[in-house]
């Protein structure tokens, strides 16, 4: 076959780089050696990518319409308030131990994200939203929500909410031999190495798997991974340096894209206990950053500057106007002063601080240091970085309010103001606290019928969430990607809200690139050889 589709529904999205194999050969796949691969704890692409293969989600994004639809539920029906959500699951779908799929197994995922002991990322959006999950009957739960939320479903759309099943010891097992209900079972993994799939046979999806076995190879370096572009062994790769970039993008046998994401990076603090529940020394902290010389010495095209939570082109941002508030302007003399103002002449008596980052790639430790650099410089303050190899011990203890100072980035789940900003409403993974904030953003999530009105309470709840520091928010990630010319799909061209359609997560969230992307028929004949 000259042309290939490369995934049907969840098959072969690639944030890092792929390989297609000709004739009956697997199909393999290379990226980066994921540091989790259990739902609930995984933190990058690669990790999503894995996921993507082995299990399924209640709802997903149709490809062909951008539309989100049911996928696990078969439909659902929410009382007029929009606090209770009934969902119908599918009937007869099989884990891959062999376990039919019910609503016993929604119960207990939901469950888990839920216990604040578990330390998993979904439990910074479900906490203090979802009073209680019941299972009706075999095929049927019932979400009883705290408050309106007219798009709960929307929220079954994060990389980490796949179902997993009850009977099953996901803790153990879901490093080394995963089991979930998705188009791939895997076959064997080395863990860190490689993982090969096997095509689900029973999958309930018509059509797919679109290949019988897939071989996913974790290469730790990019410059591998570069090598192999040159060589004809890799159609694209992802997460390169600036220089990289520029290396490959100058190669006339391939094409450079930089792709706008719903992504940032911030340094956050534990607000509610000294020295950071001082408004004036979050303020000191913000002013003694220089984003410009951040963006311009580290980062590249790589990232813009960022003063808002919400990047530009996302729904309801309002970064341009942002930019200009108090802790967004960089003025080293007025952050001395807060601080001193604060206690804390010439960083005299400030505690040194850890800053705690969750496993983050090199340009972020990178960026990290540069920030530590300032403080040190301009403040006097003694930051020592921290780049926690173990992301499950970084979310817990965040989780748990316990980390006073940590660099963390973000990405969206689904394109609407309440997913980003609804994180740092009270009772979830950060620490910061402001009743306006919460008023603003549990009015404008559940309002429906005027979206002036929502819109406007999304940005004016942006505006409190940076005037009172709940974070400092240092870029919005823009990162270049190569791929070659014949590698073709709708999902490399710009959607309705002038973000690339090439998302980060892009898994199962808004992208459809998994079902759209495919190498062309002008491919050379020495390909991969």
Known sequence: MRKRILALALALLCLGSMAFAAGGAPVRVIIIPPAALTPGHLVDGAGAIFASFVYDWLFRINGQTGKVEPSLVESYTTSPDAKVW????????????GTVFSADDVVYTVNRWLDKKLGMAPYGVFNGLVQKVDKIDASTVRFTLTQTDVEFYLKFLDYNTPMTAHDYDNDNLGETKPSGTGAFLVDSLVPKERVEFKANKGYWVNGAPAVDSVELLFIPDTETEIKMMEAGQADVVTDLSVDQYKRLNANPNTTGLFIKLGHHVAVSMRTDMPPFNDLRVRQAIAKAIDRDTIIKKVVGRQGMAAYSFLMPGFPDANSAALKQEFPNVYDVKAAQKLLADAGYPGGKGFP??????????????????AIASMLKDNLG???????KGDPKLFMTALNAHQLPFYFLSYGFDYLDPSNMLGIWVSGGRHAWVNPKFDALMKDA?????????RDQEFKDAEKILVDDVGGIFIYHVTPGNIYKPYV???????DKTGVATWHWPGLEDVGALNSSIYISNDVPSDRHM
Do not use: C
């Open 86 to 97: 009934t969902m119908k699951l599918r009937k007869g779908i099989k884990f891959h131990h």
């Open 352 to 369: 040194a601080q850890e800053m705690w980052l969750r496993n983050e790639p090199a340009l972020n430790e990178a960026i990290a240091e």
């Open 381 to 387: 303050i003694d930051v020592q970085v921290s780049n």
């Open 445 to 453: 999530t559940s309002l429906s019928g005027n979206k002036a009105k």
């Open 488 to 494: 073709k799909g709708s999902e490399l061209d710009p």
